[in-house]
């Protein structure tokens, strides 16, 4: 069984972004304006975890003719889901201080619900193509 070309570009880019957002550096937190890396890479993560959580709603529709349908729309679901997890999961590890303090400790929970529902409507929308595809 291959993997279609398509999937395997969409995945390596969730993973790419992972890897960027793994990467941050926390240099534009000193300035002391704007959006700085404490918060920017929970934030980001909680988008990543959206995208994974419109991506399986989709999926699991199966609404036809759109972006995400089906088996590659539940895997790239679940898997922006664990990007947004992990991320999340290593921001709030990490961050100093409590919530409101500026750390991005409350986007990094956020990040890792939507993450987490995210991984739920990939793996449903999985469970069901898998189904389908045997009765």
């Not at 279609?4 to 992972?18: D, E, F, H, Q």
């Not at 995208?51 to 790239?76: N, P, Q």
């Amino acid at each position: 069984m291959s993997v279609p070309r398509r999937l395997r570009a969409r995945t390596g880019m969730l993973v790419m972004a992972g890897v960027c957002l793994l990467g941050a550096t926390p240099a534009s937190a000193a300035g002391g304006t704007g959006i700085g890396s404490g918060r920017l890479v929970p934030t980001v993560a909680a988008v990543v975890g959206l995208i994974g959580v419109v991506l399986g709603g989709l999926a699991l529709a199966r609404s036809t003719g759109r972006i995400g349908t089906g088996r590659r729309g539940a895997i790239a679901a679940g898997v922006a889901g664990l990007i947004s997890v992990v991320v999340g999961g290593l921001h709030s590890a990490n961050s100093a201080g409590g919530v409101g303090t500026g750390n991005g400790l409350a986007g990094a929970i956020v990040a890792m619900v939507v993450g987490l529902i995210s991984m739920v409507l990939g793996g449903l929308a999985l469970a069901r193509s898998r189904r389908t595809l045997t009765g």
